[in-house]
């Protein structure tokens, strides 16, 4: 009869793959952040025990790395005919809707928690580097680039719902300035010309989208200006 059930209950998860628990997890990222959920909010969307879950992965730390695989590999190359600046930014705009959609995936990524779907985007990110004059360099090169870009999507993220206790919430800031800007017209303008319509749910999308071409485009420019002359003295 133990042996029975036994088979009875492993029939009942025969469904449950490690593919089926790495979507889930992603509907919990997108819902809640990366490091919002538990094993436990898990297995509970899965309708399964926590222990369960083990079966397929050690620990959580598993499935955040499947997780982030899974999400990278999702982000489409740019056409490789493109000139270097443009096909990082190119890449930068592919890059930014996927990582706003599942928040904290960032986060990882700048501490080193990279899988092997981001391979692709680091080969063909050197070969433009090098193409483009980059040698000496080259790692530096490519560090402020992916550092730019990572940092900004964060910092993007660190106003979504998602965040919850660690949201920066604009409006507290900006009250919380407001003193202050009493004795500085330069602070006065920061606020009334940049934070309050930033606050501004009807023109956040629009104004962080801007800034974020912007710093992108002002990066490579600079690496430009500024590295490449280094390469040729």
Known sequence: MGNKDKRVNTGRRAWLTQEKITHTAMELTRECGLEK?????????LGVVPSVIYHHYQNRDAITASVIGEITSTIELPDEQLEWKDWFISLAENVRPVFLEFPGVTDKLMYGHIDAAFIPILE????????????????????????????????????????????????????????????????????????????????????SQEYFEIIIEVVLTGLEIVILPRENA
């Open 124 to 207: 063909v990110a050197y070969e433009k580097l090098r193409d483009a004059g980059f040698n000496k360099y080259i790692h530096i090169a490519y560090s402020i680039i992916i550092n730019t870009t990572l940092w900004s999507i964060t910092a993007r993220n660190l106003r979504s719902p998602t965040k919850q206790e660690q949201r920066h919430d604009l409006g507290q800031m900006i009250t919380q300035l407001q003193p202050l800007a009493a004795c500085s017209t330069t602070l006065t303008d920061i606020i009334q010309g940049y934070l309050i319509p930033l606050a501004n749910p009807k023109n956040e999308d629009r104004m």
């Open 37 to 45: 959920w538990s094993i436990r909010d898990l297995a509970q969307r």
